[in-house]
């Protein structure tokens, strides 16, 4: 083995992230608490990691003293309007005191203006359906930005527009629910929607604040065919790999959204990102199959020879990073690039390290190409309400009982400090914490 630490640029952004209802607790006025109180997930995020409760503190404690210099948070929309006409300043308050704590422990938030919840008022209106969301949108994202500005100038409007909607209207695993709602029409006007929304949030953000810099951050999700042999699969994977990955990136190239069911016009949108965010987990392999109508005939999955997560959520593909880093510099040149979430469920931390060491070796070896890569964000820093998989997937550094509330400190927590605080990652670490990739990364 060689005896080597891939460097990392000076000024570096090292952190984690987390959403607002998953780790606040006590969230009971927004579209996920209906779907937590009509069966749909597997368990309810009661007081998560109880951050409302005032909990963010040990947890940014954590942070701040394990090298972390920046931290992904986001603001929950039905806190701050709770109705209609009604702005809770109690609650602005709140996260007013959330990210000056995080200043103080010289943390630089992100803050993330919507992530998967919403109101349960707008829900009543039918949330994203309608283009009616937009300018109720921006009055949100105008209140929000002028309560916080002094704490941070990095802005993420949107979190995953792709996941939310295909997995509410698609897939049906996240709300709406509701008789009649869904269908691959839907949830690209719901997208073209966001589009809009971002477009104005954008420009209310820099109005209020010059020197502000607004992105949001993309699911971005490569694939390839199952059988390169076979045109059919090929086909699929296009299929696939547009519908999923493509409607936001294309409207900010082109101001044309592309979409399986034809292209929409969002000119006003077209430029308007100050970085990309970028979300990666893994790469799906995509197959024709005929019973399969409901999703385009097409099956996507990973190999069953995988380096498989606790729930085989997940597949241990850390070229898929590199790839998606080199999407983005093709797609955008000169673009700053924030990886806004990467990270892997696994409560034992068996495959914590090795994912964590050689995903980081990927994000090294683009930053040595001088592509514009800012920043890491782990997905994530303390277990957190996983959405319709309840408690099932854990992707905390720490472990959290939920019962007790107790942070249980894994490995990875100590690869990651010493990642941060070298700004680099040595040989050294990874023959300590994920010995099993040595050789790997460090040939020789
Ligand atoms: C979401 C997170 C989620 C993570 C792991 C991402 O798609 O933005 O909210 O917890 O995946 O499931």
Request: aromatic share 12%; no cysteine; glycine share 10%.
């Given at each position: 083995m060689a005896v080597a630490t891939f460097h990392f640029p000076k000024g570096f952004l090292w952190g984690c992230a987390t959403a607002s209802h998953q780790v606040e607790g006590n969230n009971t006025n927004n579209n996920w608490y209906y779907w937590e109180q009509t069966g749909h997930t597997k368990h309810q995020s009661g007081l998560a990691c109880d951050w409302w409760g005032g909990r963010w503190k040990e947890d940014m404690d954590r942070a701040a003293e394990t090298g972390q210099n920046t931290h992904r948070l986001s603001i929950e929309w039905s806190r701050i309007q709770p109705a209609p006409d009604r702005w809770d300043e109690d609650a602005l308050e709140r996260y007013r005191a959330m990210l000056r704590g995080m200043?103080?422990?010289?943390?630089m938030p992100m803050v993330t203006l919507h992530h998967f919840s919403d109101p349960l008022w707008l829900f009543e209106q039918d949330s994203w359906e309608n283009e009616t969301v937009v300018p109720l949108f921006e009055k949100y994202v105008r209140r929000v930005v002028d309560a916080l500005k002094e704490y941070t100038t990095l802005w993420c409007t949107i979190n995953e527009p792709n996941v939310y909607?295909?997995?509410?209207?698609?897939?049906?695993?996240?709300?709406?629910?509701?008789?009649?709602?869904?269908?691959?029409?839907?949830?690209?006007?719901?997208?073209?929607?966001?589009?809009?929304?971002?477009?104005?949030?954008?420009?209310?953000?820099?109005?209020?604040?010059?020197?502000?810099?607004?992105?949001?951050a993309l699911h971005y999700r490569p694939m390839v065919a199952a059988r390169s042999w076979l045109p059919l699969d090929a086909l699929m994977r296009d299929i696939q790999y547009n519908g999923i990955n493509m409607a936001f990136p294309s409207?900010?190239?082109?101001?044309?959204?592309?979409?399986?069911?034809g292209n929409v016009r969002i000119p006003e949108v077209k430029g308007l990102q100050?970085?990309?965010?970028?979300?990666?987990?893994?790469?799906?392999?995509?197959?024709?199959?005929?019973?399969n109508p409901q999703e385009l005939f097409a099956r996507r999955y990973y190999p069953a020879d995988s380096d498989f997560s606790a729930t085989k959520f997940i597949a241990n593909l850390p070229q898929g990073?590199?790839?998606?880093?080199?999407?983005?510099?093709?797609?955008?040149?000169?673009?700053?690039?924030?990886?806004?979430?990467?990270g892997v469920e696994d409560p034992d931390d068996r495959m914590r390290p090795r994912y964590l060491a050689q995903h980081l070796q990927q994000v090294w070896r683009a930053v040595n190409f001088n592509w514009p890569v800012k920043g890491y964000y782990h997905w994530s820093l303390v277990d957190n309400f996983e959405w319709e998989r309840g408690w099932t997937q854990r992707f905390g550094l720490w472990g959290l009982d939920v019962e007790t509330q107790a942070r249980i400190r894994r490995p990875s927590v100590d690869l990651y400090a010493e990642i941060c605080k070298e700004n680099g990652i040595s040989s050294e670490m990874v023959k300590k914490y994920a010995p099993e990739v040595l050789e790997k990364m460090f040939p020789g």
């Open positions: 200043n103080e422990r010289g943390i909607a295909l997995n509410g209207y698609v897939a049906g695993d996240f709300p709406t629910g509701k008789a009649g709602h869904k269908g691959m029409n839907l949830a690209m006007k719901v997208i073209a929607n966001m589009l809009r929304g971002h477009a104005a949030a954008y420009r209310a953000i820099h109005e209020i604040q010059r020197e502000a810099r607004v992105g949001y409207a900010l190239s082109t101001g044309v959204m592309k979409s399986p069911i100050d970085y990309l965010g970028l979300n990666y987990y893994s790469v799906d392999t995509v197959k024709f199959d005929l019973f990073l590199f790839d998606s880093l080199k999407w983005a510099v093709k797609t955008y040149p000169n673009l700053p690039i924030i990886i806004t979430e990467n």
